[in-house]
């Protein structure tokens, strides 16, 4: 995604040696990390179930389940595969490390280990798993450019109301995307004065927000709060928060794609959320275009 964390990065350690959870919390505390321990390998899953952490300090030696096959079902499910896993352990023969690497380990320190070898190793632990957050998002991304492409420009969206049909699926992978509520289009043709809305088939508690009658064609990106509309109370859920960019072919200006949720508004600067907002627009933009224009050429035939 790239809205801005609303958390810091979580720090798991799995150990039942008190000092190696007072060292761990401190330098989680020195790095600006969330910090959690778990005492066994049941527990450590059960954690990482409730909170994907991005670090993992794992110790191999437990009562119930092997570090090893902790780490295995962490770095096999899909929501915890880029985590990073870490073995602490005294075992330092060839045999044990290799084991550790075969269960998708990322790296190891050994006990006895120093703290600022464990700050190191954490950092560039932490670096890594950012990176891997932000090439994952990167490709989500041009999945779903490519995947607006083949729809709606497939011979099976061949009038507009098979495309605004086609258009449903699509606002809600954006949604998934940005980690958002919901996601609208307002959308007209080229020359034409009337709009037409479509809506993300999903939205929490299955009915969209009642504000979005009050929405129109806006020409700037922009982050705001949603628009009251009058006589209406406030939302005891919170506010909504769109993030709006526009849809321009040329110099014409055929719609705004809006994205909505409930949260406050976001740190300046914190996110490249509505310039990725606005390149997908522009994306939508020329192939909601090129549809038509493939739409006419197919009638002259």
């Known amino acids: 995604m790239f809205r801005p964390r609303t958390s810091r990065p979580l720090i798991l350690l799995v150990d039942d040696d008190p ?49 090893y096959e902790v780490c295995r079902r962490i770095k096999t499910l899909p929501e915890t595969a880029d985590t990073q896993v870490l073995f602490v352990t005294a075992r330092t023969e060839e045999e044990d490390l290799l084991k550790g690497f075969e269960a998708l380990a990322n790296d190891y320190l050994t006990k006895p280990f120093s703290a600022r070898e464990l700050k190191a190793r954490t950092k560039n632990a932490l670096r890594t798993k950012s990176l891997l957050d932000t090439l994952g ?73 009642s504000y979005l009658a009050a929405l129109a064609l806006s020409e700037d990106p922009r982050v705001e709060k949603a628009p009251r509309l009058p006589g209406e109370g406030r939302d005891p859920a919170g506010d909504w928060i769109v993030v709006a960019a526009p849809l321009w072919v040329g110099p014409e200006l055929l719609g705004t794609l809006r994205i909505h949720r409930h949260s406050g508004l976001p740190a300046a600067g914190d996110s490249t959320e509505l310039e990725h907002l606005v390149a997908l627009a522009g994306h939508l933009a020329r192939t909601l275009h090129r549809a038509d224009l493939i739409q006419a050429l197919r009638g002259q035939r």
């Open 137 to 209: 998002a990167r490709t989500r991304f041009l999945e779903l450019q490519q995947e607006i492409t083949d729809k709606l420009e497939a011979e099976e969206a061949d009038t507009e109301d098979k495309r605004v049909t086609a258009l449903g699926p699509i606002l809600d992978r954006i949604a998934q995307l940005f980690g958002a509520d919901g996601v609208t289009l307002h959308f007209r043709r080229p020359g034409r004065p009337e709009t037409r809305t479509t809506l993300s088939p999903t939205w929490p508690g299955g009915t969209p927000p």
């Open 19 to 67: 000092f190696q959870a007072e060292v761990a919390s401190y330098i989680a505390e020195e790095l600006d990390c969330d910090f959690e321990s778990a005492l066994s390998g049941t527990e450590a899953l059960e954690k990482v179930a409730q909170r994907a952490p991005d670090v993992v300090l794992l110790d191999v030696r437990m009562d119930d389940l092997s570090g």
